[in-house]
């Protein structure tokens, strides 16, 4: 079959001719249409005009907003993009009295006496601290006689403890005299049993010592541990069978 090729069509009566087309240039132009095809290069330029910025403008991407919301144990504050803290003015404590004791009561068990200190130190107003401590107790958070039963519970349970060790430790972390007392109190009745049992652990670490040597450093062990004189002098000699004349008082 053979093709005849036409002579192009002229304008009629009334046509303007057509213009003709424009050569296409060197340089980009022509490396867009090459063998990737697609005009890659037509859509990029286009993608630039477009964009008004140019190529940094879509490195750079959205903007960010000045400040992200942070959550937070009592509601939501802000804090400064790129995850910086915002300062409290003038030296004020970062954060609410209520979100700082609840972060220092997720640390570990603490008393009243001891929760108040940390807020206290920390720069809190000492009327805010106490309304704090009040609502703690009111909603169960705080509770100095839980506090002082497990505190015992594992000093005697664990290390044979003697009660007047555990009733000096709570005082020192500010539980009431007679939570103390109800707290030791139940432990009374084991306390010489428990100081024969620790003067008995301890013996053996003083075999190369004399009788006499080794009665005063286990009765100095156990007074140091919290044991009555009285209760350390007996457990002492059981544990190193000794009979009363056989050591001396230390």
Excluded: N, Q, W
Excluded at 61 to 76: E, K
Excluded at 111 to 138: Q, S
Excluded at 169 to 197: F, M, N, P, T
Excluded at 208 to 229: N, Q
Aim: hydrophobic share 40%.
């Amino acid at each position: 079959m053979v093709h005849l090729r036409g002579r192009a069509a002229r304008p009629g009566p009334g046509e303007r001719p057509p213009v003709p087309g424009r050569a296409p240039r060197g340089g980009r132009g022509d490396r867009a249409a090459g063998p990737r095809g697609g005009g890659g290069g037509f859509l990029r330029a286009g993608r630039r005009r477009a964009g008004g910025r140019g190529r940094g403008a879509a490195r750079r991407g959205p903007s960010l907003p000045a400040r992200v919301r942070v959550l937070s144990v009592g509601g939501g504050r802000t804090r400064p993009a790129g995850g910086a803290r915002a300062s409290a003015p003038d030296g004020a404590p970062a954060g609410s009295c209520h979100e700082r004791a609840l972060r220092l009561l997720a640390a570990r068990a603490r008393t009243r006496g001891e929760l108040r200190d940390r807020l206290l130190r920390a720069g809190y107003d000492p009327a805010e601290v106490e309304g704090e401590l009040d609502r703690l107790e009111r909603v169960g958070l705080l509770d100095d006689a839980r506090f002082a039963r497990g505190f015992a519970e594992r000093e005697v349970g664990e290390r044979l403890a003697g009660s007047r060790a555990v009733g000096r430790a709570l005082a020192a972390k500010g539980v009431a005299r007679a939570v103390i007392e109800e707290v030791v109190g139940a432990y009374a009745e084991g306390e010489e049993a428990r100081a024969v049992e620790l003067a008995r652990r301890r013996a053996p670490r003083l075999a190369a010592l004399g009788p006499e040597a080794a009665f005063r450093r286990l009765v100095s062990f156990l007074s140091r541990r919290g044991y009555d004189p009285a209760v350390a002098l007996r457990a002492a000699r059981i544990a190193l069978g000794l009979a009363p004349d056989e050591a001396s008082h230390p």
